[in-house]
């Protein structure tokens, strides 16, 4: 697939602009902070309903503006679909297929494909174990918007789950201090506590239903990620060693032999073991949820271990290294997007310029036959020769075509 | 800013459900323009629902009396209770006339965020309803999203040793709609509760 027109109104730094767009590479050129990456920004937002760069929607409307529009035209063997998305911070999106306005807008995902590569994305390596969650979760719902709706009810009930735990935290104190003071205080709270504990049970079940889906979801995306990304990193960085992923679960992690027991892919997916499994968790860490407050077992606490031979990347891991991985799992990705039908359209942001003559050949080589590449950098030079198509200019706001 | 004394009913009528600053600016010009006669009847109607208007002493509906309509009603059977969150709950259900036993309203959800727990909802008032044993079914009608359906587990949960039946309404496909118009949530909600076709 390939994006063939932009329009953006009030998005970023842009009052209004409007490109038109065609299959293979262009780039976005100009110094930094002129508005080249809020271009692909808000092509990325469209696929994904959510930024690259920021947890929330506001810095994206542009100041003193209401709202923002993103306006797209997305071709698919060689049918057209007319995008629209309204940004509304703090409100729900609204948006518009070929001009008809769909009731949810995540209904509209799944319409444009993207994978983006970024600077940001060396935290995918050498970040937290939130940032190679949100990147399996984003896969996930790339590859099935069915997730879109697991992520939301999981995230849900963990907040209900977490407000709750909370609340038994807060009673206890309460009926600690209360004992000394007044029996009716500590008669109140003893009520209040009980109230908890039996509540709590029905959050567990809510929040293992949830949470196994989830978890099921993401190990059969690992497991299909890992050949990809094993091969991606081979070619990127072939005199390293090779390159694997583990999925490691935060049920069973007071186990002793750990490695086994939480890589829970040799339980094999099947939701009813992990649904199991979480709920031995959930019981285990009961006493210290309580006293903390949290929700302590659950896909909210996993992490993708990224290995290299038998060491873990993160901490192991040279810079050079840690970069090819990162750009390894965006590869595997867009493997495993386009395996699944329809070329994802391809964005790079500002990523030739971190790369040595060696990666950035051997990127280039990868990415050069996608149906379309976007790309942004700061000096014309920072574009492989490979990757010369259409060119814009972009200075001060103002979008110029070149070639 | 408008002066005073309708800047007070703008923010008034803001704090109501569904009603956006524009929408309060607009029913408080409304009334600003409207007969002294018609206000008055408007303000007479807000103050008598709240001096008269009480809950059902057995079920929690909303009432004019000590009872509500449906609890006084001998027609109705006692031996199935609907459970459902809210009083609009049981006028939607009533409009089905499917239903022809009595309902017992809680007052919402569970939800710790909004620190809504059992204590805050009248379930103390449904299990003393089926102490007695005269009831053999109960239909947990609660919405179908998360605090509904936590509500509902909970009250099954709570009602098990009593050993009587519990039955959740169905969710899934919308009457006479199209397959390819369901969302993937509802539709994988309809596959999960999926039932043989007994033919």
């Known amino acids: 697939m390939h994006v063939a027109s932009l329009s953006l109104t009030d998005f970023r730094s842009y009052p209004a602009v409007e490109l038109d767009l065609e299959p293979g590479a262009t780039a976005f050129v100009g110094p930094n902070g002129q508005g080249k990456t809020n271009l692909i920004e808000a092509v990325g937002y469209l696929a994904t309903h959510s930024s690259h760069r920021v947890a929330t929607d506001a810095p994206l409307v542009r100041q003193g503006a209401q709202r923002a529009i993103i306006r797209s035209v997305v071709v698919k063997d060689d049918r057209r679909a007319l995008i629209e998305l309204e940004i509304n911070p703090g409100r729900a999106n609204r948006a518009r297929v070929n001009r008809s306005p769909v009731p949810r807008p995540r209904e509209a995902l799944g319409l444009l494909r993207t994978v983006l590569f970024a600077p940001e994305d060396l935290a995918l390596s050498k970040g937290d174990p939130s940032e190679r969650r949100k990147f399996l979760d984003d896969l996930l719902v790339a590859r099935a918007p069915r997730f879109a709706g697991v992520r939301a009810d999981y995230d849900r009930v963990l907040k209900q789950r977490n407000a709750l735990l909370r609340t038994a935290a807060t009673t206890r104190i309460g009926r600690r201090r209360g004992s000394r003071k007044q029996d009716d205080d500590a008669a109140f709270a003893a009520a209040g506590a009980g109230d908890v504990m039996s509540t709590l049970e029905v959050w567990d079940s809510h929040l293992v239903r949830h949470g196994a889906e989830l978890l099921a979801g993401r190990l059969d995306l690992v497991e299909a990620l890992r050949p990809l990304a094993a091969k991606a990193y081979a070619t990127l960085a072939p005199s390293s060693a090779p390159a694997g992923l583990e999925y490691r679960s935060s049920a069973g992690e007071d186990q002793a032999d750990d490695k086994l027991s939480t890589d829970v892919s040799v339980l094999g997916i099947n939701r009813e073991d992990l649904a199991e499994r979480l709920r031995a968790g959930l019981a285990e860490v009961r006493q210290a949820e309580l006293d903390r407050g949290v929700t302590l077992v659950g896909p909210h606490r996993d992490d993708l271990l990224l290995t290299l031979g038998d060491l873990p990347a993160r901490g192991y891991a040279s810079h050079g290294e840690s970069w090819s991985f990162a750009l390894a799992l965006r590869l595997a990705a867009y493997d495993l997007l386009r395996s699944d039908g329809g070329d994802p359209v391809l964005i790079l942001d500002d990523v030739f310029a971190e790369l040595d003559d060696q990666r950035r050949r051997r990127l280039t080589d990868i990415v050069a036959p996608a149906e379309q590449v976007l790309i942004t950098a700061a000096v014309p030079d920072d574009v492989p020769a490979q990757l010369a198509g259409s060119r814009f200019d972009v200075t001060e706001g103002s979008v110029l075509r070149v070639r | ?199």
């Open chain 2, 1 to 199: 800013m408008y002066e005073g004394v309708v800047q007070n009913l703008i923010d008034e009528l803001g704090l109501l459900p569904g009603v956006g600053p524009k929408s309060a600016q607009r029913i408080a010009f409304h009334l600003l323009a409207a007969e002294p006669a018609d206000v008055k009847r408007l303000a007479h109607a807000l103050l008598e629902v709240k001096e008269k208007v009480r809950f059902c002493r057995i079920c929690g509906n909303v009432a004019a009396e000590a009872e509500c309509r449906i609890c006084r009603d001998q027609r109705r059977d006692p031996q199935v209770i609907c459970v459902v969150e809210e009083s609009k709950d049981v006028v939607a259900i009533e409009k089905t006339r499917e239903f022809r036993g009595r309902y017992h309203v809680l007052g919402g959800a569970i939800s710790p965020i909004d620190g809504v727990g059992p204590d805050d909802l009248k379930i103390r008032e449904l299990m003393a309803r089926l102490a007695d044993g005269q009831v053999t079914e109960l239909i947990l009608a609660t919405d179908p999203n998360l605090e509904g359906e936590a509500t509902a587990t909970y009250l099954a949960r709570l009602v098990k040793p009593l050993g009587l039946k519990v039955t959740r309404l169905a969710s899934g496909l919308p009457v006479g709609g199209d397959l390819e118009y369901a969302d993937e949530v509802t539709l994988g909600r309809a596959f999960e509760g999926r039932r043989l076709l007994d033919v």
